[in-house]
């Protein structure tokens, strides 16, 4: 019997036309929701890594403690199937491995997203996938999902890094009766110079997340309740980003109600709190409540609407950068429609409160529509656009002064990219980038382009 879930991505592309992840079952598209969510799609996917498994991969900044909530929903739909028949490239009794192989080559012509002196480089990046399975009785699962790779800037090498993302991580899945537990590990890494819309002049700001966290789940036929206890912590992995330095508590509570074989409402609810190593932002809590539904009329087209309340309360502990407590409310509509079998679209918009990366609060309106298209079984076309309009205030140096300014921003970024799979196990991926950034501040308006070619091997 199927509940409602959140559909299966991890929490981290919110541009490009989706994510086709590297998982035991192969391929799979999915598209934003929220900022964290997402919503699969059933039109064939080569792969698209340049645009989404390992290159600039962006963190998903939504209020933390609905993202992470967002995410072990994912988590619990992705792990549905996983219990079946999976491909693997090595099997020993009940325990497979699928493992793949990865390149890419970037050029971009504005890696710090500046006006004024923008940094052109050519970025290679190989790099492996895993993806393998252990259950332990027939419903308890152990697996691991990861993916490794060097960034290596052919130009400015002070910017190579390591980088780690993950669909699902190191998860335990542990059924007892009505009661499904989970433990998971989720390393992420987020860079973050495009295409978030709301920083520019960044220099090397990345980071590493690692989310470990304990999720249970009462399945109660047409109610299933969720409970979550999360601890994320937050690494820049440049000192230049050091400020970014966090730990992060997060409780999560879900409740879903299924009124209707096809609909489905809830409530969900969170409370966390973040610390940060150095006093440049302020350290916070939040707490959101909301609703959330999710309306199938039929099996080609899916309606998840969700709106709540979030509030921020800051400590005042940064002497740089005072913040204000603030509230208001959130609001997301995310559909997809599979037009025919080989053309899907999407969209997501909304509106929201998050945190900055350079500034305590941004207040943001968003859309994002995209489409993915099967032209023949060996070739996939994608596209996607994505708008924000945004306001914060943050500490920085600009025209020439430092101190804090307010800003109001606007974001056009598109992505085109086409998948050719000349053979089942092999994927050539080939997309190009757009990024358009407005600003009242003229130095933070800049324009970035950048082409991606990727290949990506599954040895099975």
């Not at 480089?121 to 996938?129: M, T």
């Not at 973050?192 to 966290?213: C, H, L, Q, R, W």
């Not at 921020?312 to 502990?317: A, G, K």
């Amino acid at each position: 019997m199927r509940h409602e879930s959140a559909p299966p991505l991890p929490p981290r592309l919110r541009f490009g036309a989706g994510l086709c992840q590297m998982t035991g079952s192969g391929i799979r598209v999915s598209v934003p929701s929220h900022r964290a969510g997402t919503v699969a799609l059933r039109a064939s996917c080569g792969v698209g890594v340049g645009a989404s498994l390992f290159l600039a991969a962006a963190s998903a900044r939504a209020q933390e403690g609905l993202r992470i909530l967002l995410a072990n929903q994912v988590a619990t739909e992705a792990r549905t199937g996983q219990l079946s028949p999976q491909p693997y490239t090595f099997k020993v009794d009940d325990f497979s491995l699928l493992a793949s192989s990865l390149f890419s080559l970037e050029l971009n012509d504005n890696i710090n997203a500046s006006r004024s002196e923008p940094l052109a480089d050519a970025i290679v990046a190989p790099g492996i996938g895993i993806a393998a399975r252990y259950p332990i009785t027939p419903r308890n699962l152990l697996t691991l999902d990861v993916t490794l790779a060097y960034r290596k800037y052919l130009r400015q090498d002070n910017y190579s890094t390591w980088t780690v993302n993950s669909v699902s991580g190191l998860g335990f899945d542990i059924w007892w009766g009505d009661f499904w537990f989970n433990v998971h590990d989720r390393p992420q890494y987020s860079q973050y110079t495009f295409p978030d819309a709301s920083v520019a002049e960044t220099g090397k700001t990345s980071t590493f997340d690692n989310d470990i966290g304990i999720g249970a789940q009462w399945n109660l036929n047409d109610l299933v309740l969720n409970l979550g206890y999360d601890h994320l912590n937050t690494t820049a992995l440049y000192s230049e980003g050091d400020y970014l330095n966090r730990a992060t508590e997060v409780v999560s509570a879900r409740g879903a109600l299924r009124v209707h074989p096809r609909f489905t409402v809830g409530t969900e609810a969170t409370v966390s709190f973040t610390r940060y190593d150095q006093i440049l932002l302020n350290d916070y809590q939040t707490y959101s409540l909301g609703l959330f539904g999710d309306w199938q009329p039929h099996s080609a087209l899916r309606l998840q609407p969700r709106v709540g309340y979030t509030l921020y309360q800051f400590d005042q502990t940064s002497p740089s950068l005072g913040a204000t407590d603030t509230s208001t409310w959130y609001l997301d509509l995310t559909g997809t429609h599979q037009i025919t079998d080989a053309l899907s679209v999407y969209l997501s918009s909304g509106h929201e409160l998050r945190v900055g990366l350079q500034s305590e609060l941004i207040e943001d309106w968003y859309a994002r529509p995209g489409a993915i298209w099967a032209l023949q079984r060996k070739v996939t076309v994608r596209g996607s656009a994505s708008y924000e309009q945004g306001n914060q205030t943050f500490v920085g140096q600009t025209v020439g002064a430092l101190g804090n300014f307010n800003e109001r921003y606007d974001w056009l970024g598109t992505d085109l990219g086409v998948d050719y799979r000349p053979v089942e196990n092999f994927t050539v991926s080939l997309d190009y980038r757009l990024g358009l950034r407005g600003s009242n501040l003229d130095d933070r308006n800049y324009a970035q382009n950048s082409v991606i070619l990727a290949l990506l091997y599954r040895f099975k």
